[in-house]
């Protein structure tokens, strides 16, 4: 149930609630610089009423393209809030992408900063993509020509309230709010549309059985065009009313540093950032003393990382969760001994439903290892103008199925035991190897190639490339690293890269991706 405030499942309710009930907490810090949450409100009013006047429609999507910030939440807010839909895109994505990823969604206009890597390009790349109407600069990005992020929270403060309260009267939970890209095995990203129920609904449930409160403190370092950033840890804090901190890049030193001089009450980051922040060189004196809970979840998590987490704070959460549903859909109980957080990833709330299924999808008893499908509220509106795509992943009955592999419990808990998509997972972030095969396959010198991902002990694994070169060519593996980079975001580039005579193949004629892999995963025990 939602909690009595919230009358609506929408995200722009959600803050309304929070900004009457906590108005002079502080809510977005970041750099010295503290907006409570009533300011918050009044920002997103402003904004949301430029926006309008832009002639931002309701359903049209709007891009993104900044690090954590106060002001990419704010925008989320804003956008959500006349009933737009926020598009993220990645700070570390190259020209190419965006402008692959841009014409899949078409955003009519898009919030831009200078400050990092290919956002010196963007002009290029808005030539591209037509559908973009208008550019707003943050932060530091501010042409001559362009409007700026605090250009419109001035000209909107001006503007009267009523058209935004005409826009509002028109809204729908089910109406879209986020497009968070996710891989596909196609080698395409798929854009996942999440709406306000299924976030809300989401995040309601998550800080219930995980619980959130108004007097928490939360670091914000997470990439926040993912559901990780922008919704588990961004909107769970605007939910309780709690303070969120933003780090614009994660730093390990910087971020135990913050940890001690905000009094942090919650941690909530991937495994690999734990990893970094135990081999930093001021953590043998770092003061986690107000830390009350760390939430580790979007990767597997190795069992010695485990516990040296579980040092962190009286209490750690171990969840699952995926794009498709907004952000966690299990978490260990608060207080879960080790054992527990080694071998399970907790249970559902009472909201979703979870069963595991065979590959004809026929559910599995308890015990038994499958593919996880999960249904409920949480579950995405469909894939962004692919109902194809969309019909692949939800069944009609409502059933999504995960590609991820796991075994129930007979208390109800699951254990993640792998995955079915052909995926791996660096740093916390989602990489499919179809989409690096098929760009570098782009390049004239190399005639064959096959991507696996390498167990690696801090980012969980990294990339490894296996290169047949076209014949005749001379190639280089400093040719095939300066090629990545132009196309393919820094956490895509593969760290290891192996040319090949030949790919090792299957009596079907398949790539043997097990062959190439087996060399590099620890020997098995009698």
Same mark, same amino acid.
């Given at each position: ?24 907490? +502080? ?31 309701? *359903? ?9 910030? +106060? ?7 804003? $956008? ?20 692959? #990823? ?30 973009? $109407? ?7 990005? *501010? ?127 991937? =495994? =690999? ?57 299990? #978490? ?147 040719? $095939? ?46």
């Amino acid at each position: 149930m939602l909690p009595s405030r919230f009358t609506r499942r929408h995200l722009s309710d959600v803050l309304a609630a929070t900004a009457r009930e906590f108005p002079d907490r +502080p809510g977005l810090i970041f750099q010295g610089d503290v907006l409570t949450w009533q300011e918050v409100d009044a920002q997103v009013n402003a904004l949301a009423k430029a926006l309008l006047e832009l002639g931002v429609d309701r *359903g049209d999507r709007v891009g993104i393209f900044c690090p954590p910030r +106060p002001e990419y939440l704010i925008t989320c807010l804003a $956008v959500t809030r006349i009933g737009a839909i926020l598009t993220g895109f990645n700070v570390h994505y190259t020209a190419r992408e965006i402008i692959e #990823y841009g014409r899949l969604v078409n955003p009519m206009a898009m919030f831009t900063i200078s400050e990092l890597g290919v956002a010196t390009q963007l002009d290029d790349v808005l030539a591209e993509l037509p559908s973009i $109407v208008h550019r707003i600069g943050i932060g530091g990005d *501010g042409l001559p020509t362009m409007l700026t992020f605090d250009d419109l929270l001035s000209i909107g403060a001006a503007l009267p309230d009523a058209p935004l309260g005409q826009r509002m009267a028109q809204r729908e939970e089910e109406d879209g709010a986020l497009i968070v890209f996710t891989g596909g095995t196609t080698g395409m990203p798929k854009p996942a549309l999440l709406s306000h129920k299924n976030i809300v609904a989401n995040i309601t449930a998550q800080n219930r059985e995980v619980g959130f409160r108004h007097d928490d403190r939360l670091i914000q370092h997470l990439p926040m065009n993912h559901v990780s950033g922008c919704v588990l840890i961004s909107v769970g804090a605007l939910m309780a009313g709690a303070a969120l901190y933003f780090m614009d890049r994660f730093r390990p030193v910087e971020a135990l540093e913050l940890i001690r001089e905000a009094r942090i009450t919650i941690l909530g980051q991937v =495994p =690999p950032m734990f990893a970094m922040e135990t081999l930093a060189p001021n953590f043998p004196s770092a003061d986690l003393s107000s830390l009350r809970m760390t939430i580790v979840a979007g990767a597997p998590t190795p069992p010695t990382l485990m516990v040296r987490i579980g040092q962190f704070a009286p209490i750690t959460i171990h969840g699952y969760g995926l794009t498709e549903t907004g952000g966690m859909v299990t #978490y260990t109980a608060p207080g879960a001994e080790l054992e527990t957080l080694l071998h399970s990833a907790g249970k559902a709330p009472s909201e979703v439903e979870m069963r595991i299924v065979d590959e004809e999808r026929v559910p599995l008893s308890v015990g038994k290892i499958g593919e996880i499908a999960l249904r409920g509220d949480f579950v995405m509106s469909g894939y962004y103008g692919d109902p194809a795509a969309t019909a692949q992943q939800i069944d009609a009955d409502g059933w999504l199925y995960t590609g991820d592999l796991g075994r129930l419990h007979a208390d109800g808990s699951v254990e993640i035991t792998g995955r079915s998509k052909e995926m791996y997972i660096s740093g916390g972030y989602n990489v499919y190897p179809i989409e690096i095969e098929t760009y570098l396959q782009s390049h004239p010198a190399i005639a064959d190639c096959a991507c696996i991902g390498r167990p690696d002990p801090i980012m969980g694994e990294q990339g490894m490339v296996f290169i047949v070169p076209a014949p005749g060519a001379n190639l280089r593996a400093g040719d $095939v690293r300066e090629f990545c980079k132009q196309g393919l975001a820094r956490y895509k580039n593969p760290r290891y890269i192996e040319f090949v005579a030949e790919l090792p193949r299957t009596d079907l004629g398949k790539i043997d991706k097990q062959a190439l892999a087996r060399p590099f995963l620890p020997p098995v025990t009698e």
